[in-house]
């Protein structure tokens, strides 16, 4: 007889996984207010956790520490960065097969997607955690043992997520727990870097079936629940002009002084905006451009990223960026003693809107209280942030 489990109490079954993983090394999550748990929820979650099939489904977890160890590795050292992650996801898919989903498929974005029929089949909760990790191709992940700890890149950020997808599919399997709603256990793409969240993006249009709740698992500290997203305006903006020899061709407008003009201009504007106000970021991430040390550039590009808790700062800081550009354009312009004009291009390559759930909602307090059954405080924070980590001094989400 399979014991029936509600769709939203299923986060107390995902909460709990997080508790057996084995441990790996990941960034430190930033420190947060303390949740506020109401009592309803705290009493849902601690009656849910005392049912014998739950518990069968915890001890599995926890039989499953050394599979898990194994897999983490095993995933770990394939490399998955932003656009290359078939391979990982090719071995991920034949994982959620073995666990016993339903049926496992990629989509057309390279999304891997399991399903698990629920009794009733009316709601659609997703399990995800991404494929992709932030660290180029080339990059050495190799996993290195200290301890007890496992360190590797990539290795928290988001493998261990992704093993924990799986062991809670197992987990519910072997306790024959059956839930009312269907469950997709998913490892997307796209989430770091450039990718631009493009698997998500794709699972929420109308390319894809309805998804009801949405619980993703990311690294961080067990008290971690992110119930805002963090909006991102990002860009690749590019200079051109005739190019030509640095002395015989000296007096043409140079795309890289333009360059060098927009990146003061609007780090001295939105170095004075992000000092008030709503938590509000700039970066110039990367520049480029040039053929030798004597040539004019015939183009010079930067690669900005801007982001803020909310909305309206977003716009605002974009609009900082673009009249910095414009003014180091014609000043630039205006320098020139001979040729053609400089001309600019703004490419968008990056757009992710800011969003927040109230704390006070159902799934976020559900979240916090399955946390808490597990003795880790809750902190609900805002977004994704740059963290550290050993292996990247600079981490981009």
């Known amino acids: 007889m399979k014991m029936n489990l509600t769709a939203t109490c299923f986060l107390g079954l995902v909460t709990g996984s997080l508790l057996w993983i084995t441990h790996a090394h990941a960034q430190e999550a930033e420190p947060g207010k303390e949740g506020k748990v109401e009592a309803q929820y705290s009493r849902e979650i601690d009656q849910l956790a005392r049912d014998k099939q739950i518990q069968k489904a915890f001890q599995h977890i926890v039989a499953q520490q050394k599979q898990n160890r194994e897999e983490l590795i095993m995933l770990t050292?394939?490399?998955?960065?932003?656009?290359?992650?078939?391979?990982?996801?090719?071995?991920?898919?034949?994982?959620?097969?073995?666990?016993?989903?339903?049926?496992?498929?990629?989509?057309?974005?390279?999304?891997?997607?399991?399903?698990?029929?629920?009794?009733?089949?009316?709601?659609?909760?997703?399990?995800?955690?991404?494929?992709?990790?932030?660290?180029?191709?080339?990059?050495?992940?190799?996993?290195?043992?200290?301890?007890?700890?496992?360190?590797?890149?990539?290795?928290?950020?988001?493998?261990?997520?992704?093993?924990?997808?799986?062991?809670?599919?197992?987990?519910?399997?072997?306790?024959?727990?059956?839930?009312?709603?269907?469950?997709?256990?998913?490892?997307?793409?796209?989430?770091?870097?450039?990718?631009?969240?493009?698997?998500?993006?794709?699972?929420?249009?109308?390319?894809?079936?309805?998804?009801?709740?949405?619980?993703?698992?990311?690294?961080?500290?067990?008290?971690?629940?992110?119930?805002?997203?963090?909006?991102?305006?990002?860009?690749?903006?590019?200079?051109?002009?005739?190019?030509?020899?640095?002395?015989?061709?000296?007096?043409?407008?140079?795309?890289?002084?333009?360059?060098?003009?927009?990146?003061?201009?609007?780090?001295?504007?939105?170095?004075?905006?992000?000092?008030?106000?709503?938590?509000?970021?700039?970066?110039?991430?990367?520049?480029g451009g040039g053929t030798s040390v004597n040539s004019i550039p015939f183009a010079s590009w930067m690669e900005v990223d801007m982001r803020s808790e909310i909305p309206e700062n977003l716009v605002l800081i974009d609009s900082l960026l673009k009249a910095s550009v414009q003014k180091a354009l014609e000043e630039n312009n205006q320098m020139r003693r001979s040729g053609p004009a400089l001309t600019v291009e703004f490419e968008r390559i990056g757009e992710r809107p800011s969003g927040e759930l109230a704390e006070t909602l159902p799934l976020v307090q559900r979240s916090m209280a399955s946390v808490a059954y597990f003795g880790a405080s809750q902190k609900p924070v805002g977004g994704l942030r740059t963290q550290i980590s050993p292996f990247q001094k600079e981490s981009r989400r």
């Open 77 to 287: 050292e394939i490399p998955a960065p932003p656009f290359m992650e078939q391979k990982r996801g090719i071995r991920f898919a034949s994982m959620l097969k073995e666990a016993g989903a339903d049926s496992v498929w990629t989509d057309k974005v390279g999304n891997v997607i399991a399903l698990r029929k629920g009794r009733k089949g009316k709601g659609c909760v997703a399990l995800d955690g991404h494929l992709d990790t932030v660290f180029p191709a080339e990059t050495d992940v190799k996993v290195k043992m200290k301890g007890d700890t496992l360190f590797a890149p990539g290795i928290g950020d988001d493998t261990r997520g992704l093993v924990a997808v799986v062991a809670v599919l197992r987990a519910l399997e072997d306790a024959k727990i059956e839930t009312q709603s269907d469950v997709l256990f998913i490892g997307s793409v796209g989430e770091e870097g450039l990718g631009d969240l493009r698997g998500v993006k794709h699972l929420f249009s109308d390319q894809s079936c309805r998804i009801d709740s949405w619980i993703s698992i990311e690294a961080g500290a067990m008290g971690r629940v992110s119930n805002m997203g963090l909006g991102s305006n990002r860009y690749k903006i590019t200079f051109k002009g005739p190019g030509g020899h640095s002395w015989g061709a000296f007096g043409l407008a140079n795309p890289q002084h333009a360059l060098g003009s927009a990146i003061h201009y609007f780090s001295k504007a939105a170095d004075k905006f992000t000092r008030s106000g709503a938590r509000t970021s700039f970066n110039v991430g990367r520049i």
